[in-house]
């Protein structure tokens, strides 16, 4: 199984919760969904606006910044570093890297 990015973070969760062996390669992957949602490129497509209205319903009140935090906290529950090692960890591959070239590039449109 081979997914980039996010994706990858999809791959990680059926290589750590399958009940068989599976080779797997996180390719590129944050280690969960809240990298790509709240820090990443994706937090400027997300609709935090009507995410928040959606969530004042069960809250009275409710800021942008709580909002935020609560799209991280049920998106935490997708981080892989929390999930059981694979059934054989010799079959897992990982691919990382420390710079980011789409969130360069969104960095640089911004100027």
Excluded at 38 to 63: F, H, N, P, S
Excluded at 102 to 107: A, E, G, T
């Amino acid at each position: 199984m081979l997914l980039l990015n996010l994706g990858g973070v999809h791959a990680a969760m059926v290589g750590s919760l399958h009940p068989t062996p599976v080779a797997t390669l996180p390719f590129l992957s944050p280690h969960s969904a809240v990298v790509a949602f709240c820090d990443g490129i994706l937090r400027y497509g997300t609709a935090w606006e009507a995410l928040r209205e959606d969530l004042a319903v069960q809250k009275t009140v409710m800021t942008l910044e709580e909002a935020r935090q609560r799209m991280r906290n049920v998106l935490s529950l997708t981080d892989v570093t929390r999930f059981p090692i694979p059934k054989n960890p010799n079959a897992v591959i990982f691919v990382a890297a420390t710079v980011s070239i789409i969130y360069l590039y969104h960095q640089m449109m911004l100027f």
